[in-house]
């Protein structure tokens, strides 16, 4: 089974603080992605990535960095939390190898709170 | 830039009956994906629908495809109270590398006994 990994559950954080937020995948995916999710939004693409050390801005890019250092691994780094970040955050990883496989594996999910 | 809508977006039932969920899209694309969502928890994939006339099954979920008319729907039937979470709908944007989905805003389900 694919397992993306997310390292915490629920993060609490203080404005303008910087805030990590790790994802592994453990399927050897080629492609990850974040998403933030909010109430009548629907999940909002961040950012992406197609291999290492690569990166492209998804909708809503702005307040926040990405890194991609191992295929692996992809962070998302919010570099001066502010309120409306708060929100749930979701990593997923999917390969385009497999063209009958493509669909995108999500993890658990990071509750994210600024206060 | 890719709309993808989803119709009803609640949606409550009775156990037994069944209904369909609506996804439509604003540009081409053969690659859509059907999602559920419980509370609290992560996104699970259900269904990849990779081609005009796409259909698939699992249990009392039906998904199809429509390419031409930018229409995918999701087919409950005889619905049961585990069926209770939310569905999205995501179309893939078609670039060669790789999955970059648009979600829909979500369907929330709740059937009653």
């Known amino acids: 089974d694919v397992k993306v990994t997310q390292s915490s559950r629920y993060l609490v954080k203080r404005t303008g603080e910087k805030v990590f937020l790790e994802c592994v995948q453990d399927m050897d995916h080629e492609n990850m992605f974040w998403y933030r999710q909010d109430p009548g939004l629907g999940l909002r693409l961040i950012y992406f990535?197609?291999?290492?050390?690569?990166?492209e801005k998804g909708d809503i890019p702005e307040g926040y960095s990405v890194s991609r250092e191992k295929k692996e691994r992809f962070s998302l780094i919010l570099e001066s939390a502010s309120t409306n970040q708060t929100s749930m955050y979701l990593c997923a990883s999917s390969t385009y190898r497999d063209y009958m496989n493509t669909e995108a594996f999500f993890g658990q999910g990071t509750r994210l709170t600024v206060v | 830039e890719l709309k993808v809508e989803q119709n009803p977006l609640f949606l409550s039932m009775q156990e037994g009956k069944n209904y369909t969920i609506y996804c439509n899209y604003s540009t081409t694309s053969d690659r859509l994906y059907w999602y559920r969502q419980d509370p609290g928890r992560s996104l699970e994939s259900l269904f990849v629908?990779?081609?005009?006339?796409a259909v698939k099954q699992e249990g009392r979920l039906m998904a199809s495809l429509d390419t031409k008319a930018r229409l995918s729907t999701l087919h409950i039937t005889a619905a049961v109270h585990d069926l209770s979470a939310t569905y999205f709908c995501a179309v893939d944007r078609g670039e060669t590398s790789g999955s970059r989905l648009t979600f829909g805003e979500g369907t929330q389900l709740t059937v009653n006994p």
């Open positions: 990535s197609y291999d290492v050390k690569m990166k």
């Open positions: 629908l990779l081609s005009n006339g």
